[in-house]
């Protein structure tokens, strides 16, 4: 987990790119869980890494776009 705030390259998502999604912090909604994007299977879809359970998830890249990138953790 980081404590030393986020990385500029953690700030921002380039839709031509999806590997920039990789490292970033993300939260399900604006008060959700935080998650961390570490990895993706070539089919559109992002491996997360929920912040607190440790509980690995696939989902859409679609959707974790529009996730907002968590400020703070919790």
């Known amino acids: 987990m980081q404590t030393g705030g986020f ?23 604006p008060a959700g869980p935080a998650y961390e994007v570490i990895g993706l299977d070539g089919a559109g879809n992002a491996e997360v890494e929920v912040i607190y359970s440790g509980e690995r998830i696939v989902c859409p890249v679609a959707e974790v776009v529009e996730d907002p990138l968590a400020e703070t953790i919790p």
């Open 7 to 29: 990385d500029e390259t953690q700030t921002a998502y380039s839709a031509g790119d999806p590997r920039a999604l990789i490292g970033q912090i993300r939260r399900w909604g």
